[in-house]
Structures are given as C-alpha cells and as structure tokens.
C-alpha cells in the first residue's frame, strides 16, 4: 500500500519540477553536521518553506528518518503508524521501513498501525520532500501524534531511542510542528519563546507544562515533547535555534498570525 499525498498543489508545488526548484530556493548550502533531531513547521511552503529549508539544510539526512507529527483531524489511533510500503510525492516514492515498524510496536504496543491517521495529515508529509531532496534513498518511519499522556509520550520516546541504539546507525528525528496560532505577532513571539526556552534547555516536562499553562497554541507540542524524551536518552547536549518567523512577514497582516520556528539538536 502506497500513500498518495493528500497536499500537493495546496501545501507545495505538484509538479517535480516546480517542487525542486522551490526546494533549492529553501535549501540554501550550508554546513551540514550530524544531528539527533530537528523540530520544522509544516505550513504552506509560502508562509514556512524558507525555515523548514534553513532547517534542513544545516543536518545530514541518513538512511532512516523517524517522523513525528501532530494529528489535526483526531482521526484514528492516539499514536498511529504508517506501515504501507512507501509514500508518494511528486519527487517519486520514499520507502517505509517495514521492520523498524515492526520493532517499535513491539518495544511501545501503544503504537497502533493505523493509516486513517494518516491518510489526509499535512504536518508529516510536507517534510518528506525535503527529506528526498536530500537523500533519495531515505526510508520512513512515520508516526501521527494523537491526543494521549505525558507519560505516553515518555514511553514513545524511550521506545524511539531504544530502536535507534539498536540500529547501530545515524537516524535523524523530524518532529513537525508550528507554532503560536492566530494571535498578534507581538503576543506570539512572546510566548513562543516561551516554549523554545524548554526546546533548547531540552526539556520535554517543561515544555509541555509551559504550553499547557500558558495556554500556547504550538500544535505540535506533542510530537516534539516526545523527539526530546528520546533525545534525552540518546545523549543529546545541545540545541540552536535555526530561525524564528510568522505569517504576517508574508501576509502583511502581524494582527493575526502563525509563528514558525527551527530546531537542530545534537
């Protein structure tokens, strides 16, 4: 079973060619460096696609990427795998990786097979044509982020690191999230940064108190409190803030916006 993209021509280009050269105007060189993990907004390419790019840019994408993202449509399992045989986008089919699938379920049966989930979810696919930008032989293992526990999340994430150590090679985590969401940009940069400081502290119970008791919008608080679980396990010491924008420098409206942050961690 193959995954049709439920966003192109609405998120991104639909057409390969338009769709390269929008990523080589994202995906300015860098100095790529080995990371653990990186957080990237999943709005239009318009409004996130210049952070999202900078994001990338800057790691080295290996043969495995753990996708992380949050569910908008509460549809479906709480924690949802995608155990298909690949996904496709105009730049062709990325490959799932059929036994890392298997072996998560196993280390964390609250993970569920679950393509509903799936099946019309931007957050997760607007990352995989970056990914095959920058490594056309990557495979997935790509979870939907549901309503569950903070204490789910911790067992998700020890379970993600245990898959990783076991792999025995470079896996990078992509934890897909925007940030605040129809607020002025004032108010929404303050609280942004807000739950960055937790980000970059690398602090997963942090960052999920803060979110909740600030009330901030950041819709992917879930799968990136679970990237910094794992990370915690596999050794993780520093996290640098790539960029930090919002709709309204696109818009022209900073009366009603969406933040948009990047994260490496290493």
């Given at each position: 079973?193959?995954?049709?993209?439920a966003?192109?021509?609405r998120?991104?280009?639909?057409?390969k060619?338009?769709?390269?050269?929008?990523l080589?105007?994202y995906?300015?060189?860098?100095?790529?460096?080995?990371?653990?993990?990186?957080?990237?907004?999943?709005?239009?390419?318009?409004?996130?696609?210049?952070?999202?790019?900078?994001?990338?840019?800057?790691?080295?994408?290996?043969e495995?990427?753990?996708?992380?993202?949050?569910?908008?449509y509460?549809?479906?399992?709480?924690?949802?795998l995608?155990?298909?045989?690949?996904?496709?986008?105009?730049?062709?089919?990325?490959?799932?990786?059929?036994?890392?699938?298997?072996?998560?379920?196993?280390?964390?049966?609250?993970?569920?097979?679950?393509?509903?989930?799936?099946?019309?979810?931007?957050?997760?696919e607007?990352?995989?044509?970056?990914?095959q930008?920058?490594?056309p032989?990557?495979?997935?293992?790509?979870?939907?982020?549901?309503?569950?526990?903070?204490?789910?999340l911790?067992?998700?994430?020890?379970?993600?690191?245990?898959?990783?150590?076991?792999?025995q090679?470079?896996?990078?985590?992509?934890?897909?999230?925007?940030?605040?969401h129809?607020?002025?940009?004032?108010?929404?940069?303050?609280?942004?940064?807000?739950?960055?400081?937790?980000v970059?502290?690398l602090?997963?119970e942090g960052?999920?108190?803060?979110?909740?008791?600030?009330?901030?919008?950041?819709?992917?608080?879930?799968?990136?409190?679970t990237?910094?679980?794992?990370?915690?396990?596999?050794?993780?010491?520093?996290?640098?803030?790539?960029?930090?924008?919002?709709?309204?420098?696109?818009?022209?409206?900073y009366?009603?916006?969406?933040g948009?942050?990047?994260v490496?961690?290493?």
């Open positions: 079973m193959f995954r049709s993209p966003v192109a021509g998120f991104y280009p639909a057409r060619e338009e769709l390269l050269s929008e080589s105007s995906l300015k060189p860098a100095q790529q460096k080995q990371a653990l993990g990186i957080i990237s907004p999943h709005a239009g390419y318009m409004f996130s696609g210049r952070i999202a790019g900078e994001t990338f840019a800057q790691v080295e994408v290996p495995l990427v753990v996708l992380l993202g949050p569910n908008h509460s549809v479906g399992a709480p924690l949802a995608w155990e298909g045989e690949g996904w496709t986008t105009p730049l062709g089919t990325i490959r799932i990786d059929a036994s890392g699938c298997q072996r998560i379920r196993e280390l964390c049966p609250l993970v569920s097979s679950d393509s509903a989930a799936h099946r019309q979810e931007h957050s997760l607007v990352q995989v044509p970056f990914i930008a920058l490594n032989d990557a495979q997935l293992l790509p979870i939907a982020v549901g309503v569950v526990t903070l204490s789910q911790r067992e998700l994430g020890r379970a993600i690191a245990t898959l990783i150590e076991e792999h090679q470079q896996v990078l985590i992509v934890a897909s999230s925007d940030m605040t129809f607020e002025t940009a004032e108010s929404a940069s303050r609280k942004d940064h807000l739950a960055l400081d937790h970059l502290k602090d997963p960052l999920f108190r803060t979110v909740r008791d600030q009330q901030i919008s950041m819709c992917g608080v879930l799968p990136v409190v990237m910094l679980y794992a990370l915690h396990d596999l050794g993780a010491t520093h996290a640098t803030l790539v960029d930090y924008s919002n709709s309204g420098e696109i818009t022209g409206d009366q009603d916006v969406v948009y942050a990047g490496v961690i290493t």
